[in-house]
């Protein structure tokens, strides 16, 4: 995990802070599922979202701009695996935030199936 947090830079406090409060209220809402907590479980779900998308872009921008930006990595024959390492880095925040998303989403489940009925 630290690995992730290495390669991902900045980001990933916001996409690590981000799923855990995601993952904390979808994990009240499985205890105690009531539908009302639903609306703050899926706005920070969806900050985490957006976290994530945003640092994986500014990964992939910072690992284009590096390679290109210096001289000895365009000059070098082998310039091509750096951009393979970059984008492997690159990778980090989806890692993390998918990963806070699918358990946060697998106890919203939990949740929905045990929330009473609503009277229609």
């Known amino acids: 995990m630290i690995q992730l947090f290495r390669n991902g830079g900045f980001p990933m406090f916001f996409i690590f802070a981000f799923g855990l409060v995601a993952l904390g209220l979808a994990a009240r809402f499985a205890s105690r599922p009531v539908r009302e907590q639903l609306a703050l479980v899926r706005a920070m779900s969806s900050a985490t979202l957006f976290a994530t998308l945003t640092g ?64 229609s």
């Open 56 to 119: 994986t872009v500014a990964d992939f921008g910072a690992t284009f701009l590096h390679i290109a930006g210096r001289e000895e990595f365009r000059s070098d024959p082998q310039w091509h695996f750096l951009v393979l390492q970059g984008l492997g880095e690159s990778m980090s925040p989806g890692i993390m935030g998918f990963t806070l998303l699918s358990l946060t989403s697998l106890l919203i489940a939990v949740g929905a199936s045990r929330a009473p009925e609503q009277a």
